[in-house]
């Protein structure tokens, strides 16, 4: 008989199809492996083209929430790649923040999950997270402690804090609401109305693949559209094969953001664990938040999200 205390998970894919079937076995075993209850499975067979499935059968993963007879604990992003955006129109708001505000639930990915984060924000004001997924993160041959300790710490408490060495000898100590995620996926939805107008807020970008000057040219649109500027830090997180070719000419990506911190007017900081890289904070979306820096060690302490009802913090599994 299931353990009725036991942390229930809910696989969810809005976005790519599950290309590494192994990597989603083994994070499936790893979560069972803790005592949690895992499922929505069958999320894990669909395919259409480059989707998991439908564009119908991946909102309905979302819109699901709202109408479970018993929600999960968590409802976990099995990969990013792309597909979110095609959903955001028929993504059932008001009947997630009926059920979801009395009912939170702790809705984690990244990646292309980044704009079904600023969507549901948005429209619902819904507090999700920035953190691992079941493939990339839980499902490697070689788990990251640094990954699986902070995301069930996180979890595991109303309060929370991500510590990093972040290079940069600054004085910073703001405080705001957290937010952000993969830069692209913020750009694409700028002037919409999936892009919440968040003023005085601590901003955290990453990237997969796209050149030095590309990622230069998506921060200028942060900026010249006038998002950098209504905020009161900007943090650096993993830019993962963010190369740069012959023709750049010994252009880099820290040219990029050295130009950036001239022009952005608020504190910029990098290093932080987040992104396409094995370590990554779990980090929620849109909660008040405080960003120190002393000598060259930041801090963020961030508290008002979705936990477990019943801490869960197992040993690496």
């Given at each position: ?174 405080e705001g609401p957290l937010w952000g ?16 107008r968040i003023e005085g807020g601590i ?32 943090i650096l997180g993993d830019f993962t ?77």
């Amino acid at each position: 008989m299931p353990d009725p205390q036991a942390c229930r998970v809910r696989l969810i894919a809005p976005s790519g199809y599950p290309h590494d079937r192994e990597a989603m076995t083994r994070g499936v075993a790893r979560l069972r492996k803790t005592g949690c209850l895992v499922d929505g499975e069958e999320v894990l067979d669909r395919t259409e083209l480059r989707y998991a499935g439908s564009d119908a059968q991946r909102v309905a993963d979302i819109n699901q929430l709202a109408t479970l007879d018993e929600l999960p604990d968590i409802a976990l992003s099995i990969r990013g790649g792309y597909g979110v955006t095609r959903l955001l129109e028929y993504v059932h708001y008001h009947a997630l923040r009926e059920r979801l505000a009395g009912e939170p639930i702790a809705m984690v990915g990244h990646s292309d999950f980044t704009a079904l984060q600023m969507a549901l924000y948005a429209k619902a004001g819904l507090v999700t997270f920035g953190g691992p997924m079941l493939g990339p993160d839980f499902g490697p041959a070689t788990l990251s402690p640094l990954t699986w300790r902070h995301f069930w710490r996180t979890l595991s408490a109303p309060q929370g804090t991500a510590s990093w060495e972040c290079g940069e000898a600054i004085e910073c100590d703001v405080e705001g609401p957290l937010w952000g995620g993969n830069l692209a996926m913020l750009c694409s939805l700028l002037d919409t109305p999936y892009f919440p107008r968040i003023e005085g807020g601590i901003l955290f970008v990453e990237d997969v693949g796209e050149p030095p000057f590309r990622i230069e040219r998506l921060l200028y649109q942060l900026h010249l559209s006038g998002v950098l500027g209504r905020q009161r830090a900007l943090i650096l997180g993993d830019f993962t094969q963010c190369r740069p070719s012959p023709y750049d000419n010994g252009y880099d990506l820290a040219d990029g953001f050295s130009q950036i911190r001239r022009i952005a007017g608020i504190a910029v900081l990098s290093g932080m664990p987040f992104g396409h890289a094995a370590d990554k904070f779990t980090l929620p979306f849109g909660v008040p938040a405080r960003l120190r820096v002393v000598g060259s060690r930041a801090s963020l302490d961030f508290h008002g999200y979705p936990h477990l009802r019943q801490p869960h913090e197992p040993a690496l599994a």
